[in-house]
């Protein structure tokens, strides 16, 4: 699970980080940051790539471990 208070980038595997959908520029933000930016008006394209990243990244992970057996 997500915590608000941990950088995005200790929340996000390496293999993930090389994903379209990975910002270095974000990943020293929080993902309260993160959130708060996805979530504005108009939302930050950036922050929503990076908080289905960070809250997708167990099930991408395990697509990819199948995708390489």
């Known amino acids: 699970m997500a915590k608000d ?4 980038d200790d929340q996000i595997p390496g293999s993930l980080k090389r994903s379209k959908s990975y910002h270095s ?21 950036k922050a929503r790539q990076m908080k289905k990243l960070i809250e997708q990244a167990e099930r991408l992970q395990d697509k990819e471990r199948r995708h390489r057996s």
């Open 5 to 8: 208070d941990q950088k995005a």
């Open 25 to 45: 520029d974000y990943g020293g933000k929080t993902y309260g940051e993160i959130k708060q930016l996805a979530s504005a008006r108009p939302p930050d394209r």
